[in-house]
């Protein structure tokens, strides 16, 4: 069955630091999704970068880069120069190629210090 | 573009009432999902769409839960006899296709709460 698993239930960083997100997943299968959404309190999930299991390389998207080492099956976020309004939860997500669902984390709340 | 709509955005009811949930997706997308996100977790998959039909509705807790797309657009989720336990956040989302890499663009949820 396939998991994923976020380990930091809530973060503390000063602004414009950088800060990474654990995520580690659990699949069998070899062909795989895998997402990064931020939902601030007013609720809507936001997508923010996504990596396939066969990328060479890690995705990037602006301040927002996903670390993958696929040999440990993680796939931490990577925020650069954090911003007050990257206060939020933020969840990975998981699809199979069977899969329709995405398989989520139990998200991180992240707070930016001024 | 208009990005996933869903209304309304909160419902008060009482229990035993009967709510519906509506959700407009992104024009053009054929892939429709549901999920319910209860207070603190991750969201919880209710059912897709794939067109006008439900290609896999293995997440609806009950029979008091079923959705429509009837015309392979907007979907409505419907809610019988709702119980406190109902009260959560319903997200809906929508993508292109379906794939392991075809990302879902969520709409800002409708808050059910039922007393």
């Known amino acids: 069955a396939q998991k994923i698993t976020q380990t930091q239930p809530g973060m503390f960083v000063q602004e414009k630091e950088a800060v990474t997100l654990d995520c580690t997943y659990d699949t069998s299968d070899p062909s795989y999704g895998l997402f990064w959404y931020k939902q601030p309190s007013s609720g809507e999930m936001i997508f923010l970068i996504y990596?396939?299991?066969?990328d060479q390389q890690n995705a990037t998207e602006g301040r927002y880069s996903l670390n993958f080492q696929k040999a440990r099956k993680s796939a931490n976020l990577v925020i650069s120069a954090s911003q007050l309004g990257d206060s939020a939860m933020y969840f990975c997500?998981?699809?199979?190629?069977?899969?329709?669902?995405?398989?989520w984390g139990a998200g991180t709340k992240l707070i930016i210090k001024p | 573009g208009a990005g996933v709509s869903q209304t309304p955005s909160n419902k008060v009811t009482e229990k035993g009432k009967y709510v519906e949930l509506r959700c407009d997706p992104i024009?053009?997308?054929?892939?429709l999902y549901w999920y319910r996100q209860s207070l603190g977790q991750g969201p919880e998959f209710l059912i897709y769409f794939q067109g006008t039909g439900a290609a896999d509705d293995s997440g609806l807790p009950n029979d008091r839960f079923f959705a429509v797309r009837p015309e392979g657009s907007v979907s409505t989720l419907k809610i019988q006899r709702t119980e406190r336990g109902d009260s959560a956040v319903y997200l809906c989302?929508?993508?292109?296709?379906?794939?392991?890499?075809?990302?879902?663009?969520f709409g800002p949820g409708t808050r059910l709460l039922v007393l």
């Open positions: 024009s053009g997308h054929t892939a």
């Open positions: 989302a929508s993508s292109s296709r379906q794939g392991a890499q075809e990302t879902q663009y």
């Open positions: 997500a998981m699809r199979g190629p069977s899969n329709y669902q995405l398989i």
């Open positions: 990596q396939g299991s066969y």
